[in-house]
């Protein structure tokens, strides 16, 4: 990702604004809320907050009250990078009684807003309100309003199965990975998106010593990167990987090797030899080839 070329452009169209738009123009906030996303991804949340803030500005003075709820969301989910959970808690509840009165208590994006509740609660230690957050956000889910879409739901299902992950309850978010796979399988596009809720089927299945189901996944997800020329990404040199370790408890060990190998060459080039990724892929290769002999 080309964050700091993206950022210089958006600075430029922000200038032009500036200069050329309207006082609290709707093209500016929208701008804006790009420039928080690019902020955010660099890790510079205090720019990111600050875009946020002044886009949400606009938009209360434009009247646009579940524009304003979306980008509080989005601040909500900066004070939880920042680790300020109360002010984090406030937006996101502030948020809530907009979407609950605009959407319905049964729409999607009240379930998003749960999820995050849900997140923030498990990280401040409050396990109980954050399993009755997921709860109350499948339960939307599992009977979803008219005109909500599969991906939507698959989305939410895969969050909340990371949160049941922290609970150290791999098979309930394994369920909850499978319902979601099964919702993107016949939708155009979502090859990317199976490949990456396979990936992480496989590291649960091999978490839990389920090594067989583990290869299988790793397996399906890495046919359908590679079909879809996503073959010389980190990810998919981190997924080989994790192939070829289930391939090693399988006592498959030439077959391990391969996927070591293939794994090195695309660490190496995505992300140097000095990468923990690559480091590691290291470490795995020696120990294989150790157990071949050679």
Do not use: W
């Not at 299988?216 to 079909?227: I, M, Q």
């Not at 040199?237 to 060459?265: S, T, Y």
């Amino acid at each position: 990702m080309q964050f700091d070329e993206a950022e210089n452009l958006c600075k430029k169209t922000l200038e032009i604004h500036r200069i050329h738009s309207p006082p609290a123009s709707l093209e500016e906030a929208a701008d804006r809320r790009l420039m928080a996303l690019i902020c955010e991804a660099k890790g510079d949340y205090e720019s990111a907050l600050e875009h946020l803030v002044l886009s949400s500005m606009v938009m209360i003075a434009n009247g646009q009250e579940n524009e304003v709820a979306a980008i509080d969301v989005s601040i909500g989910n900066i004070y939880m990078s920042l680790s300020r959970f109360d002010e984090a808690v406030f937006f996101y509840q502030k948020t809530l009684t907009v979407f609950k009165s605009s959407k319905g208590d049964n729409h999607p994006s009240v379930a998003s807003v749960f999820v995050r509740l849900s997140d923030l609660y498990y990280k401040t230690g409050k396990l109980r309100e954050s399993r009755s957050y997921c709860e109350n956000a499948l339960r939307i889910y599992a009977k979803p309003v008219p005109g909500t879409t599969a991906e939507e739901i698959a989305s939410g299902m895969t969050e909340i199965s990371a949160i049941y992950e922290s609970f150290n309850e791999p098979e309930e978010a394994l369920k909850l990975l499978q319902k979601a796979m099964k919702l993107l399988e016949d939708k155009p596009g979502q090859q990317s998106t199976i490949a990456g809720i396979e990936a992480r089927m496989g590291v649960m299945f091999y978490m839990i010593g389920r090594y067989d189901d583990a290869r299988s996944s790793f397996e399906s997800a890495v046919a359908k990167l590679r079909a879809s020329g996503e073959r010389k990404s980190a990810f998919f040199g981190v997924l080989l990987n994790q192939m070829g370790l289930a391939c090693v408890q399988l006592f498959k060990i030439d077959e391990a090797a391969e996927f070591f190998e293939e794994a090195r060459e695309i660490l190496e080039q995505e992300c140097g030899p000095c990468h923990q990724d690559t480091i590691g892929v290291y470490s795995n290769l020696a120990a294989t080839y150790d157990a071949m002999g050679r």
